[in-house]
Structure formats: structure tokens, C-alpha cells
């Protein structure tokens, strides 16, 4: 698996872009993957891992049928501007 920043920050925009304080759903953050013309796979799945394990997204695990939910740290914020800088 590689890296591909383009999808990372669209997955950070997903996030920023959810209006809930608890962040967004793992099947909404996959819905809304999709609406972007994007198909989800183990590419981003893995993405989504990197970037929880960087410390730029913190995700809080439900316990089912509850969703797990994914939110923006500050260092996420962080990369998510220099990512919009960069890939303009």
C-alpha cells in the first residue's frame, strides 16, 4: 500500500465537513467517499488507519449496531491546510 495525499485530504474534508460535535459516521464518511465519484477500498481503508495512528483524526469505536465515529484533532486541522496549500 502507498500513500496517495489527494485521497487523504479528501477523507480530512469529509470530516471537516461533517456539522455533528461527535465527528462522522464510518458508513457517512464512506457515503460521502462515494459521492465524490470515489470508490472505498483497502486503499482507503488503509489511508483512514494511517491517519488515525498519525494523530490526525481520533476515532471513537461504537459498539454495534453503533457506528464507530471519526473527528478531526488539531493536527489533522493542521494537515488538512497545508494538504489544500500543496494540491491546489
Known amino acids: 500500500m502507498q500513500r496517495n495525499k489527494s485521497l487523504a485530504k479528501c477523507i ?13 459516521s464510518y458508513p457517512d464518511l464512506r457515503t460521502a ?4 465519484n470515489v470508490v472505498w477500498d483497502n486503499g482507503e481503508s ?7 495512528e498519525g494523530g490526525f483524526l481520533s476515532k ?7 457506528a464507530d465515529y471519526i473527528q478531526l484533532t488539531w493536527a489533522g486541522h493542521d494537515l488538512l491546510d497545508t494538504l489544500k496549500r500543496e494540491l491546489q
Open 33 to 36: 467517499y462515494g459521492k465524490r
Open 12 to 24: 480530512l474534508e469529509i470530516v471537516e465537513e461533517s456539522a455533528r460535535l461527535s465527528g462522522v
Open 46 to 52: 488503509y489511508l483512514l488507519d494511517l491517519l488515525v
Open 60 to 66: 471513537v469505536e461504537g459498539i454495534p449496531p453503533v
